[in-house]
């Protein structure tokens, strides 16, 4: 069974940096594909970005290209979001993914495995 645990959220001030990492176990890691995805109250959640299991292609919604940047180290099983020059609409709850398939992990109804969320407050 895989878990995920993901840490790193916080309460930064707007144009802060910030890197989230999400810490992956129970299988191998290299065999997944990884995605963050983030939810404000009241609102759906909704992909950020993801990356496939070789780390070569990556993945992003429009209002974080540019600021933001995912990675992994498969050595480390840890996927990481670097946040750069936060704003007060990226403040949410961020959430990693794990599946197999690079397609299911960029849906928020159809990825297999969650972490549990970590909170990103932003103040401007």
């Known amino acids: 069974q895989v878990q995920l645990e993901d840490s790193g959220g916080g309460l930064v001030q707007a144009g802060d940096s910030l890197r989230l990492s999400c810490v992956f176990y129970?299988?191998?890691?290299?065999?997944?594909?990884m995605g963050w995805f983030r939810q404000a109250p009241g609102k759906e959640r909704e992909f950020v970005a993801a990356?496939?299991?070789?780390?070569?292609?990556?993945y992003y919604e429009d209002s974080v290209k540019g600021r933001f940047t995912i990675s992994r180290d498969n050595a480390k099983s840890t996927v990481y979001l670097q946040m750069n020059s936060v704003k007060p609409e990226d403040a949410a709850i961020y959430y990693c993914?794990?599946?197999?398939?690079?397609?299911?992990?960029?849906?928020?109804?159809?990825?297999?495995?969650w972490g549990q969320g970590t909170q990103v407050t932003v103040s401007s």
């Open positions: 129970g299988r191998t890691f290299k065999a997944y594909a």
């Open positions: 993914a794990a599946d197999e398939s690079i397609s299911t992990v960029t849906s928020a109804r159809r990825a297999a495995y």
């Open positions: 990356i496939t299991w070789t780390g070569g292609s990556t």
